[in-house]
């Protein structure tokens, strides 16, 4: 089984600029003062020592990513630069189809240019269909628009744009000063290269480069798990996922190999990870809950019980010293962000596998605007997933031949195992939810009885001249139900917190909604009888996987132990 790969972090470097220029070794020389130089000093400080330490002790791969469109000059002079540095890459984002884009470009070595930088980019970003538009003034505008959009989203992508700009205002829609203006807007650091010189443009700039992404990546690379756990791990899954009957008959040898190569060591890193984190997370939020309601009632048998003042206050005292302990630890591990954060990269590489073992890409990964604060392109689990399925070679797609074997496959080892996943899911929170409201119900009217026999009590309250033994039953009797009425509103409580840390009901709804939704789209790829259609719905699989893996993230980010 292949070692585990350290995930790289990349600055992402976006570049605009001119396409005729005069000077290109000037130029070429001033951008390569800006990747060695100027782009390490947008790093504010506290951001800079862990660049700093992360280097030194090569936990973490830091590479270059240059985000070009490819056009003449300005593009290709930076993505020539930048893949200059070791292990960079290029992310080519084209505006228009290859077919209509070649016509911008005048010459047969710019199109040979152009082709070989393109060859360089494993799976580049198409922003538009084709321009079937026979009005010449019109397919003008939609080339505009696409340049304008193809520079938007290199911005939207990137952590600093390196504009080769004279200076002057925009000729028209889509040039260089436009987009340099929307990546000012949008509070990018930009460095301008020009005339031998090479300066940041926007010094006091709001969205600076980050240590969020690369201190998250570095510690998924540093976790500490043997390469014995990882690779016992990887091959339990290679044991479901090719050992399953016909398997062996649909999955070629080749692609089981880079599906072990490529995939399973990562996913079994982020997989133990996230079941350790969430076993940690649950185990304190159980522990806090229950040692908050024995506290109560120690302090309860304090009070009601002179005689046991010293226990019961030193008891609640160590018990309240557990629970800072433990709600500090859970904290300061970051259990619970840990836990969904790997969760859902986990999920997304499982989904990857059985998308590489049909040949099919996964569609961009595309944040919904509600999660814009809780997860964002620049979130470590893309940039992490994003490194990790790059590692394959470009996915050919479904081979016709096969696409009817893998269609049984996949229906049956992925998506029927999602069924079950869920329906299982939604039994198991309905019957946790169910215990706890249960327990709740009990509680609730014992309290009220226990209230209504104290104050019964206290109207019958024996005279002191009544017998000694009489009285002091009296008294055991009061204090047992004082004792209760302290102790039970503090269980209840505690359920209360439990069923509000376990997320049961919402959990139990989700998978019983998702459940039906999965069985419609079985039905709907069993169907399926060409190629084609067959990996667009396994791409819509896909997609509906991601949308439920974000909204769970969504339902969890914000669950917290409460310690009140």
Known sequence: MPSYELVPYR?????TGHRTLSDFGKIAQSVDEALDKLLWSLFPRKAAKLLNRVRAECTTPIQLNVLSALAEGADRIVARAVLARDGATLQAVLPLVVEDYLQDFATDESKREFAALLAMCRLPVKLRTPLNCPDPADQA????????????YVVDHCDVLI???????????????????????????????????????????????????????????????????????????DGDLFHKARAADVIPVETRAMVNRCLLPSYAQASIVAKRSRDAFYRAGRNIYTLSAAAVGCAALAVLFPGLAAVGFGVELLLLLVIYFTLSQARRRHAHQAWIEYRFLTERIRSGIFLAICGVEPRTIQVLPYMGHSQTVNDWTVRAFNEIWNRLPAQAGCVPSN??????????????????FHEEKAQREGKRRRWLAQAGAIVLPVTLAAAALHLLLSILAPEESTARAALFMHQGVDRALAFIALLFPAIAASLAGMEAHREHLRLEKRSSNMAPQLERLKLQMASATDAARFENLLQQFDELMLHEAQDWLMLMRFVEIKAG
Do not use: H, M
């Open 11 to 15: 600055v992402r470097i976006g570049v």
């Open 141 to 152: 505008n939609l080339r505009r628009d696409a340049y304008k959009q193809a520079g938007e």
């Open 163 to 237: 504009a080769v700009w004279d200076g002057e205002p925009a000729r028209g829609r889509g040039g260089t000063a436009e987009t340099v203006q929307y990546a000012l807007d949008q509070g990018r650091p930009v460095i301008r290269v020009w005339d031998g010189i090479c300066a940041l443009l926007n010094p006091d700039c709001n969205n600076g480069l980050s240590s969020s992404a690369l201190e998250a990546i570095d510690r998924f690379n540093r976790q500490p798990i043997t390469e014995a756990q990882r690779t016992e791990y990887a091959r339990s899954l």
């Open 403 to 420: 696409c009817a074997a893998l269609n049984e496959y996949i229906r049956e080892t992925w998506v029927s195992e999602q069924i079950r």
